[in-house]
C-alpha cells in the first residue's frame, strides 16, 4: 500500500519567507511525528499528533514553528520568518500504536529546506 | 528517556556478520530496544524491535542480555546495500514517544 509521503521534496526559501511543508500519513494510522534531521545528526523531535488528543508540541524550537493536522490526516509544518538555521530535513512519520507493539514508525522520504 | 551510546562508524566486507552495539545503562523496565535503519535522502526504516533475549526477523537479529544494559544488532551476511546509518533507539512507545536519536552508526560495507 502507499507509505507515508511528504511534499515538497525540496524547498528553497529567502531568509524571512514562509514555508509550509505538507505529510499525508498512512491511511488508518492515528499517530504522526514531525522530526527535523541536520546533515549528519540523528533525528530531533519536532511535534506528535495521536488521534483527538491535543498534540505534544514540546519539541518545537520557537513560535516560529507550528503544526495542525486536519481530519486526523493530513499534517502541516509552518515556519513563520524562516532563518537560516532552519535549513535541515524535515521528515513526516506515523504509526498504528497498536497496544503490546511492535511500536514501529513509518517514515516519509522528508522534505530538504534550504533558507539562502 | 533513556540515552543510547553507540560507535560512530563500522567498516566490513560484503558477506561477512555484523554486529553493532548499543549501550543504554538507564534502560527503564518498560523501555523497548528498536533498531532503524536510513539511507541517504530517505527517512529511517524500522528493522526490528525487542525487549529481552534474542529477536530475529527476516533481515536481522537482536541480541539483548538479561540486564539490558546493552544490545547487538546483528545483520548475516551482508552485502553492499547494507551501507548504511543505523540507530540505536529506547523508549517505551506508549508514553516515550520523544525518542532520542543518536548520531547513529555509520556502516560502510566494502566488496
Known amino acids: 500500500g502507499a507509505g507515508v509521503s511528504q511534499s515538497p521534496s525540496n524547498k528553497v526559501t529567502e531568509k524571512g519567507k514562509d514555508v509550509e511543508l505538507r505529510c499525508d500519513p498512512i491511511?488508518?494510522?492515528?499517530?504522526l511525528y514531525w522530526y527535523r534531521q541536520s546533515l549528519g545528526q540523528g533525528l530531533e523531535f519536532l511535534i506528535y499528533?495521536?488521534?483527538?488528543?491535543?498534540?505534544?508540541k514540546s519539541g518545537l524550537p520557537s513560535d516560529r514553528f507550528s503544526a495542525e493536522r486536519t481530519g486526523g490526516s493530513v499534517s502541516t509544518l509552518t515556519i513563520q520568518r524562516t532563518q537560516q538555521e532552519d535549513s535541515a530535513v524535515y521528515l513526516c512519520a506515523s504509526s498504528r500504536l497498536l497496544a503490546g507493539g511492535p511500536y514501529e514508525q513509518y517514515f516519509g522520504p522528508g522534505t530538504r529546506l534550504t533558507v539562502t | 528517556l533513556a540515552k543510547t551510546t553507540q560507535p560512530i562508524s563500522m567498516d566490513s566486507y560484503e558477506g561477512q556478520e555484523v554486529n553493532i552495539t548499543c549501550s543504554h545503562n538507564?534502560?527503564?523496565?518498560?523501555?523497548?530496544i528498536t533498531w532503524y535503519q536510513q539511507f541517504p535522502s530517505q527517512g529511517p526504516r524500522f528493522i526490528i524491535q525487542?525487549?529481552?533475549?534474542?529477536v530475529t526477523n527476516e533481515v536481522a537479529s537482536l541480541f539483548i542480555p538479561a540486564d539490558r544494559k546493552s544490545s547487538t544488532l546483528s545483520l548475516p551476511r551482508v552485502s553492499l546495500s547494507d551501507t548504511a546509518v543505523y540507530y540505536c533507539l529506547v523508549g517505551d512507545m506508549d508514553s516515550n514517544y520523544q525518542l532520542i536519536w543518536g548520531a547513529g552508526t555509520k556502516l560502510i560495507i566494502k566488496p
Open positions: 499528533f495521536q488521534g483527538n488528543s491535543a498534540p505534544d
Open positions: 525487542g525487549y529481552k533475549t534474542k
Open positions: 491511511s488508518g494510522h492515528t499517530a
Open positions: 538507564n534502560i527503564a523496565t518498560n523501555d523497548y
